[in-house]
């Protein structure tokens, strides 16, 4: 079974740059693209990037998206942080059949 | 713009079946892309429960399989989930959602609390 693995928390503080992993197990990450999903609390969850590395419209160019098949993991890196950027972070792929993959998700504090 | 709205009972008995409808404003769900359906237990991470085609394909999350029926209905622009035989582990914030062609969650309805309790 594929599944992407994130850390439970990160924190950096306000203009720090932090990154958050999702590593795929169970095959390769890089075989399907990836995408990351903001949630604030009480909220619906909204794209941050997609397709590995774009950016929908109205999303700062301070959020990247990265895939590195060598450790068989993505990246969401968030440079010059922001209190609004506190919220939780999920990755997501799909395995060989289709079936939509989550990441368990991070927490993200600005301090 | 595209817009998604989940309805349905918010209490279901445990042993019953949860079902839920998504309306779709704003877009045509015959014309192309798949819709799904993602969940959400109070505190926890998303699970993706299933997913349809605008021409029927469905898929669905290997350990619910045998309990959830996703199906589409083009006449009156929905889709609709049935999970059968829910307990209080389906107790959850159902979110339903635009799916696009490289299976990116692109539009998400604002979800909707569904509890189980007797």
């Known amino acids: 079974n594929f599944m992407l693995t994130q850390p439970h928390s990160v924190s950096e503080s306000p203009g720090k740059t932090v990154t958050i992993s999702c590593t795929g197990s169970?095959?390769?990450?890089?075989?399907?693209?990836v995408q990351w999903y903001q949630q604030r609390p009480g909220s619906a969850p909204t794209t941050m990037i997609y397709?590995?590395?774009?950016?929908p419209s109205g999303v700062p160019d301070r959020f990247s998206g990265s895939v590195d098949s060598s450790s068989n993991s993505a990246s969401l890196t968030i440079s010059g942080l922001k209190t609004e950027d506190e919220a939780d972070y999920y990755c997501?792929?799909?395995?060989?059949?289709?079936?939509?993959?989550f990441g368990g998700g991070t927490k993200l504090t600005v301090l | 713009q595209v817009q998604l709205l989940e309805s349905g009972p918010g209490l279901v008995k445990p042993s019953e079946t949860l079902s839920l409808t998504c309306s779709v404003s704003?877009?045509?769900?015959?014309?192309?892309?798949?819709w799904g359906w993602i969940r959400q237990p109070p505190g926890k991470g998303l699970e993706w429960i299933a997913t349809?085609?605008?021409?029927?394909?469905?898929y669905y999350n290997p350990s619910l399989t045998g309990r959830v029926i996703i199906s589409i209905d083009t006449s009156k622009n929905q889709f609709s989930l049935k999970l059968s035989s829910v307990t209080a582990a389906d107790t959850a914030v159902y979110y339903c959602?635009?799916?696009?062609?490289?299976?990116?969650?692109?539009?998400w309805g604002q979800g909707t609390m569904v509890t189980v309790s007797s």
């Open positions: 959602a635009r799916i696009t062609a490289n299976l990116q969650f692109d539009i």
């Open positions: 704003g877009y045509s769900i015959s014309s192309g892309y798949y």
């Open positions: 349809i085609y605008h021409s029927g394909s469905t």
């Open positions: 169970g095959g390769s990450i890089a075989s399907n693209y």
């Open positions: 397709e590995d590395k774009q950016r």
């Open positions: 997501q792929s799909y395995d060989s059949s289709s079936h939509g993959v």
